[in-house]
């Protein structure tokens, strides 16, 4: 017997159709490319969406088609993100930080029909034009007053011209929930970049996940500020969060600095933000050097990489602002676990607490964990026995775009390439990429925690923890260090900096310093490039 329940298909669509109806005034405010600050409302981004959707029909792109985006956080960028997929059509965020090269590859095998991008983006644009095979037309995304000239683009078209030409009357069609919404492919970091296709219904439960009090807590009364960018999966869904809850939100544009963002916290009341450590760096630095403080802000979601215990203690101690720390990737749409306490933990005291918050959390509703070894066998939840992280879940890949790179399930579970530990109150903690963690003597040194410690001391402005070859030992940790401009520290003194933190064999053999560290388009540590670097540091205990 079945349920006697409406059939209505999980679609993006109805997100803005909901926010236009129920939260119609509530405002959207963007810092704009062209520098000043634009307001706007969900009843107004519905009625430009509507207009983004009769564009394309105009332009001929039909269900299903690519529709790329090269594009900062802002109000333009979120009306193609509901008029692109609520049309049918496949939005497709292109990453402007990775390389020409990489971007050309990528649209090709995206097969991408039309480009939407930023001013800023113009010589990005000016370097693929002629190399892409598939896009028929380049569209910049501000007003005929804005419009570059530029002899390198052909057919470049001006969005605000776009959408004055037609009508905002437009009825979101009706199809099947499963039919692909979005596309965004992984950074690639070894081989090529794999598209991972989202749908209608994968998009809409995770959101409806995502908002929950012990995910990212959102609600009406926010007002959200991503910093995530909304070309590295989808802003972690903030901006689908923003529709179903009827949340201000508030896009930083390309200003990404700690004081732009310190600005618009303060202007815009924001509650909540979300981003990655390497951003909130910036922020905490220019808010402390300042004596400034946080008047409305009152969490922000850190994942992407471990977010060092040393920073979440300068927001929550310093600034009352609670962390949540959070774990995800392009595969999971992203939300897979977020760090929020139990009973159990809060009646501990803080010190517990901080503990347990440097983990990165507790699935949430929706996906399911377990960890490995290698044969597959599924691992102890004690907190210690360590194994590869697996998960599976209605908004979590099946296959990868056009079939990249095979089946990637095992036992219908995605292997995640993290490694991790699960405690008996089911928290994980992910203790390595397994292509970083470091192998001394067969046993696994998990490089993240060695890099917390590190970042924990004043002098250290980023830390990396690699393995370096090592003559009896195959590898051993090797600490790469960037200094605070303004702070000195010896290599002895960091190496003591680890006494009694953790077991003395897993203490670096070896600190080098150096200027910078590389970082991935997504902002993350390229520690293949630092392996690749160091290659040939004679560690002093070989
Ligand atoms: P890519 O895999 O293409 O670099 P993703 O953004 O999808 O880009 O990265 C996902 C990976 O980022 C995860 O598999 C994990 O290694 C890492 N990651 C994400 N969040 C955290 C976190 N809170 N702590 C540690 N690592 C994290």
Same mark, same amino acid.
């Given at each position: 017997m079945n349920g006697q329940m409406m059939q209505q298909p999980l679609l993006i669509s109805t997100l803005l159709t909901h926010a236009e109806r129920h939260h119609g005034e509530q405002e959207i405010v963007s810092r704009r490319v062209e520098g000043d600050i634009h307001r706007t409302t969900y009843r107004e981004l519905a009625a430009r969406a509507r207009r983004v959707a009769n564009a394309l029909a105009q332009r001929g792109v039909k269900f299903g088609d690519r529709v790329a985006t090269l594009a900062w956080n802002g109000y333009r960028h979120m009306e193609l993100y509901y008029g692109v997929s609520g049309a049918g059509a496949v939005l497709h965020t292109l990453n402007p930080r990775l390389h020409p090269d990489q971007v050309v590859w990528i649209a090709d095998h995206a097969e991408d029909e039309i480009l939407f991008f930023d001013l800023s983006f113009l010589p990005i644009v000016e370097a693929i034009a002629s190399r892409?095979?598939?896009?028929?037309a380049f569209v910049v995304m501000t007003d005929r007053a804005h419009m570059p000239a530029s002899?390198? @683009? &052909?057919?470049l078209l001006c969005y605000e011209e776009l959408l004055t030409d037609?009508?905002?009357?437009?009825e979101w069609p009706r199809f099947d929930e499963n039919s692909a919404s979005s596309l965004c492919y992984t950074s690639g970091t070894t081989g090529d970049p794999k598209g991972v296709l989202y749908s209608h219904r994968s998009t809409v439960l995770h959101t409806y996940a995502a908002a929950l009090p012990d995910a990212l807590?959102?609600?009406?009364r926010d007002s959200i500020l991503p910093v @995530? &960018?909304?070309?590295?999966?989808?802003?972690?869904?903030l901006p689908y969060v923003g529709c179903a809850v009827g949340a201000k939100l508030v896009y930083p544009g390309p200003f990404l600095d700690g004081k732009s963002l310190y600005e618009l916290f303060e202007s815009e009341g924001v509650t909540m933000s979300a981003g990655v450590p390497t951003v909130w760096q910036g922020l905490l630095a220019h808010v402390e050097s300042n004596d400034l403080s946080f008047s409305t802000m009152r969490r922000t979601v850190i994942g992407g990489s471990a977010c060092p215990p040393a920073m979440m203690r300068a927001f929550q101690?310093?600034?009352d602002v609670q962390v949540l720390h959070a774990w995800g990737m392009t595969e999971v749409s992203p939300l897979g676990t977020v760090c929020t306490l139990k009973p159990a933990q809060l009646a501990l005291g803080s010190e517990e607490h901080l503990a347990t918050q440097s983990k990165q959390g507790r699935a949430v509703f929706g996906v399911d964990l377990k960890i490995v070894d290698g044969d597959g066998n599924e691992l102890p939840w004690d907190g210690k026995t360590s194994g590869e992280l697996m998960v599976r879940g209605?908004?979590?890949?099946?296959s990868y775009f056009k079939g990249?790179?095979?089946?990637?399930?095992?036992d219908g579970w995605f292997p995640t390439g993290d490694v991790a530990v699960i405690d008996a109150d089911g928290f994980m903690q992910i203790t390595d990429r397994a292509k970083d963690v470091i192998k001394s003597g067969g046993e696994w040194i998990g490089s993240i925690d060695l890099e917390n410690i590190a970042m924990a001391?004043?002098?250290?402005?980023m830390a990396a923890c690699i393995a370096a070859f090592h003559p009896k030992w195959d590898e051993r940790p090797l600490l790469v260090v960037v200094k605070k401009s303004d702070f000195e520290v010896t290599r002895e003194e960091l190496l003591a900096f680890y006494d009694g933190k953790i077991?003395?064999?897993?203490?670096?053999d070896d600190v080098v310093f150096s200027d910078t560290i590389p970082l991935g388009a997504?902002?993350?540590?390229l520690k293949h490039r630092l392996r690749e670097q160091f290659k040939d540091h004679r560690l002093p205990t070989a």
């Open positions: 892409v095979k598939t896009i028929k002899s390198k @683009v &052909p057919n037609v009508s905002d009357r437009f807590n959102c609600s009406a @995530v &960018p909304m070309f590295h999966v989808n802003a972690w869904g101690e310093r600034h209605p908004w979590i890949v099946a990249a790179g095979g089946d990637p399930l095992v001391h004043p002098a250290v402005s077991a003395k064999w897993w203490t670096p997504t902002g993350k540590m």
